[in-house]
């Protein structure tokens, strides 16, 4: 029995024919908004995703500072009229002033959110 070969033209058409096709199928996917799974979003973009998630979509974001690390603090608000409440996030957490685990919450703006403003003010002063 012969052993059968592939011919080096027809294996350069068939690799040729897999990069075309990854190709189409990368274009597809960016044309969708896909990112790959490595990329990370960026800190504001987490936030409002997890504000969205937690309160609502119509969840805004008021101030955003950068703690330690990964690690992002700031007000957000359940609508656009609604009183602002501290947050802090994390990429795979969401904490809120107003959540049960008070003493941890102040704990982690201690450590990770020195620089975080008060609350703002609800009426303007002149």
Known sequence: MSRRRLS????IAGLGLIVLALGGVSLWAVDRGLHPIWS???PADRVLRQARARLGPAAEVRLIEPGRGRVVCGYVAATWGAPAVVFISRPYRFLLSEDPLNTEF??????????????PASVAVP
Do not use: I, Y
């Open 40 to 42: 990370e979003e960026t």
């Open 106 to 119: 102040r704990t982690m703006v201690a450590a990770d959110c020195p620089t975080l403003p008060g609350r």
């Open 8 to 11: 080096t033209n027809r294996l």
